[in-house]
Structure formats: C-alpha cells, structure tokens
C-alpha cells in the first residue's frame, strides 16, 4: 500500500510540474495574441489604406485650393502634400510583411495604378509654377478618380483587418480555454496529492504507533525476561558456589584417599561446577552492564601488573586445554586509569577465548603497549580464526562462532559483549583482526593516566 502511495504522490507531482509549464507556454502564447493584435489596431492595413486615401484627399484640397487662387497654398505647398502622399504610397504597398494589405483583392490594382500615376506627373507637380491654373485644374483632374478606388481598397484592408483581428481572437479564446483546463487540471492534481499526502501521513502515524506498541512489548519482554535470568542466576550462585566448593575439599583429599575412578568423577563434576559458575557469573555481570548497574572503583594503575594477574589466573585452564600463553612483559609500567577488578576480568575473557579456540600444542601471546596517548593489550592466537559472516556479531550477546549443537568450545557467549561493555566504561574500545585458518587478535585500548596523576600517586605512596 505505501508503494502505491508514493507512486500517486509522484504522478501527481509530476502531473502539477506538466502542467505548469504548459500554463507558462500557454500563457507566453496568450501575450503574444496579444500583442500582435494590438500591433495590428495601431499600425495595421486599415491604418495604412486610411492615411494613404487621407493624403490623396488632403493633395487634391490644395489642387483645388491652388487652382481656385488661393493665396496661402503655394506650389510649394502642392509638392510638400505630394511627397507625402507618395511616401503613404510606398508604405501602403510595402505593407507589414513585404505585401500590401488585401493584395490578393481586385481593390488592390490601385496600389500600381496610383504609383504609375505619382511617377509619370511627379516632374509635372515639381514644375508647377505660381498661378498655373490651367496644370493646377489638369493634375486635379487626373487624381481625383483615385478618390474611390483607394476608399473601396481601404474597406478591403478593413475586412482582412477583421478577419485577422477575428483570428486572433479565436487564438486567445483558445489559449484561456487551454489555460482554464489546465488550472483545472492542476487544481485536480494538488488535490490528489494533498489527499495522498494526507493517507500517507495517516498510514505512517499508524505503522509508528504499531511500531511503538511492539516496541513496548518487545521490551517488556526482554526486561521481564532479563529479571528471570538475574533472579535465577542470582538463586543458583550460592548452591553451586557451595557444590563447587564441596567437590574441592573431596578433590584434594579432605575427606580421604579416592580410589583413581572415584577421583577422575570428582575432577569431572569439579570442572562442571567451575563451568556452571563461571557461566552463572557472566550472565549476572551481562545483566548489570545492560541495566548499567555494574560497579567501577577507578585508581591509577600499573596495566602490566593487571594483564600479568589475568594470565595467571587462567594458568590451570590453560594447562588443561594444553595451550602456552606467553605474556610480552613491556619494560616499565604503563599507568592507566581503571578498575583493577574489570580490567583483569576483560583480560582474562580475551585469554580464554583465545585459549579456547587455539589446538593443543599452540601458544597465545600476550602484549601490552602505548599506542599515542592510549594503552593497548593484544591478544594473539593461531586458531580458526573468525569466520567473515561472524566478524559482525563478534561483541553481540549469546552469540558463538560455533553455535552447533556438536561444538568443541562451550560458553554463554556473553564474554565479548561483557569486554565491550567494560572497555567502554573506560572510555575505551574493543577491536580485532581475523584471518581464516591463521588466527586472531584482539586488542582494547584505553586511555593513558594523566602525567600529574600519576606523578600524585607515586609522591602519596
């Protein structure tokens, strides 16, 4: 459904961007008519044919004037009407486009007619002297009968004026009607959006609040499910604590000498134990870092002493697992500023993947470096290494990169999401590199002890 959505919401968008553009080019095409007709009314055939049978009018008055005596019309008067009769002449028959107005009338043949005219008694006009009655009566005589056919070929540039004029307003009606559908059309098309817009809103509003409904109840789940897990940890740590207890004190002979078969059962239900509790003590150190609930006691500290306790501490289970840790001792302190319990405790969560994922016979080599203003600790072993489709999930909980049913190495998976969770209580962080059938190495850094700090522990001890 919200594919469909969007898919209306692009068409109309796209529909309301068409139609724009043809309202632009619509409305550039309405300026245009427009324009054109109002070229037309001011300077148009009717214009044109007017001012030429105006003029011949205005000439064949001075004739007449002329021939009549009058004092104020000179022969130069005469010439002065003629030039602008012959000028109105030329522009009548150059027209607005090449051709004179209605040149396709028989009311046109005057346009030759007259200038053939203009052309044969131009010297004769030009010649004209004062009181030349007698040229005067005789020019008048040859340009009057123009007097009608100019008005008939001016009705006729009158009627192709209309018939333009009516055209172009034939174009403009058509350009406001493609105008008003296209409004239309838009208006339609903001509509439908607006309503896509608005169903779209509405189905997002109901996904978030069916999201936000899982949500909750997905973590209720899971704190209900996290209560579970520390409530029943927390209930098993004391009988197990006290099972595993028991099983030492009959493993190292407090109760007597144990026949060779009775001892290897105790060795086994010993290691069990020490399992189950280790198991029982990730699960409740997981649950505290993810409420936010496990304690830190920071001091300034030697991080050489703190990896060097974690390797011994895991001494017993690497001589079971037959793997040689080897810790590269740095030359001096490296002072750092921590808790001495969780550094010891991410160290020693490093170590034992490592051993737990080496062959018997292998080594695990243990470093501790600065690298700028941080300490880093590696740890390096020759296993598997970390299959690529794992690399991603490495720090997440329960996880195992051997998570079948048959696999060689068990655990709760929580040791890397707890190293995680401790590094960054330190501000610091968790990384590693892998390479199939040539081993891993992790390392953690964090953040070197200010100078003067550790310059105020030494001068207090």
Not at 123 to 134: E, F, M, Q, R
Not at 262 to 272: C, K, L, P, Q, Y
Not at 368 to 389: F, L, M, N, Q
Request: hydrophobic residues 45%; aromatic residues 8%.
């Amino acid at each position: 459904m919200l594919v469909q959505i969007r898919l209306f919401r692009w068409f109309a968008i796209l529909t309301i961007l068409v139609t724009l553009c043809l309202v632009a080019l619509g409305l550039f095409r309405l300026q245009d008519e427009i324009d054109e007709l109002a070229e037309t009314k001011r300077a148009g055939p009717t214009w044109i044919a007017n001012q030429m049978e105006f003029e011949l009018l205005r000439f064949t008055q001075a004739l007449a004037r002329f021939a009549q005596g009058a004092p104020e019309v000179t022969p130069d008067n005469v010439v002065f009407r003629f030039d602008i009769l012959w000028s109105r002449h030329a522009v009548a028959v150059e027209g607005q486009s090449g051709r004179p107005a209605a040149a396709e009338t028989d009311e046109a043949a005057v346009l030759d007619a007259l200038g053939d005219e203009l052309r044969r008694q131009e010297a004769s006009v030009i010649d004209l002297s004062p009181g030349d009655v007698v040229e005067a009566e005789r020019l008048l005589a040859v340009f009057l009968p123009y007097g009608d056919p100019l008005h008939d070929y001016t009705l006729a540039a009158k009627d192709e004026q209309a018939a333009v004029a009516l055209a172009a307003r034939s174009d403009l009606a058509f350009y406001s009607q493609i105008s008003v559908y296209l409004s239309l059309a838009m208006g339609v098309a903001s509509l439908i959006l607006a309503v896509q817009f608005f169903v779209e809103s509405r189905f997002h509003k109901r996904i978030s609040m069916e999201n936000a409904e899982l949500l909750e109840k997905s973590q209720a789940a899971y704190r209900a499910k996290s209560q579970f897990l520390a409530t029943v940890s927390h209930e098993l740590r004391t009988p197990v604590t006290s099972i595993k207890g028991t099983l030492g004190l009959i493993k190292g002979g407090m109760l007597g000498e144990l026949s060779d078969k009775m001892r290897r059962m105790v060795e086994i239900a010993h290691g069990n134990s020490e399992r189950l509790a280790s198991m029982i003590n990730d699960i409740l150190d997981f649950e505290k870092a993810e409420s936010g609930e496990l304690s830190y006691r920071f001091e300034i500290l030697d991080l050489v002493t703190v990896v060097d306790e974690a390797v011994e501490a895991n001494r017993d289970f690497e001589a079971h697992r037959r793997v040689s840790v080897v810790f590269e001792r740095p030359a001096g302190p490296i002072w750092v500023d921590g808790d001495g319990f969780r550094l010891v405790q991410l160290v020693a969560n490093l170590l034992s993947n490592a051993v737990k994922f080496s062959e018997p016979g292998q080594e695990v080599i243990v470093g501790v470096t600065k690298v700028g203003e941080a300490a880093r600790v590696s740890v390096r072993d020759y296993g598997s290494g970390i299959p690529d489709d794992f690399k991603r999930r490495v720090f997440e909980r329960f996880t195992q990169a051997d998570s079948s049913d048959t696999r060689k190495v068990g655990g709760t998976g929580l040791g890397m999401s707890i190293s995680r969770a401790i590094a960054e209580n330190h501000n610091g962080r968790v990384h590693f590199e892998s390479k199939i059938g040539m081993g891993s190495t992790f390392y953690f850094d964090i953040p070197l002890a200010p100078q003067d700090a550790v310059a105020h522990r030494d001068s207090a001890a």
